[in-house]
């Protein structure tokens, strides 16, 4: 079992900052890769930014230069510093990761979790 709860969201006006963070717990052996997601009103759920254990990156063009992910090993926790934030921004804002988990002697995975979402608002 594992759990991914995000945080950080609210309300900012446009041109601020936010800092979200994803913190994974469970029976966790390792986690190759960690990212988040967006899914504004109406809208697919689209990537906003991974990166992989190598530390290897991946952002949407729409986010690139102003969003930047970063990642804690050691506290299996991600984080996403949003910059120059613009009303189109606003969305519900999900965390993932594709985990191995281990049960006694038994490895599953890797499998990919998410988190339960959090609201980014983007209004003067």
């Known amino acids: 079992q594992v759990q991914l709860v995000e945080s950080g969201g609210g309300l900012v006006q446009p041109g601020g900052s936010l800092r979200l963070s994803c913190a994974a717990s469970g029976n966790i052996v390792s986690i190759t890769s960690m990212g988040w997601y967006r899914q504004a009103p109406g809208k697919e759920r689209e990537l906003v930014a991974t990166?992989?254990?190598?530390?290897?990156?991946n952002y949407a063009d729409s986010v690139k230069g102003r969003f930047t992910i970063t990642r804690d090993n050691a506290k299996n926790t991600v984080y996403l510093q949003m910059n120059s934030l613009k009303p189109e921004d606003t969305a519900v804002y999900y965390c993932n990761a594709d985990v191995t988990t281990r049960l006694d002697s038994t490895y599953f995975g890797p499998f990919r979790s998410w988190g339960p979402g959090t609201q980014v608002t983007v209004s003067s």
């Open positions: 990166r992989i254990s190598g530390g290897t990156t």
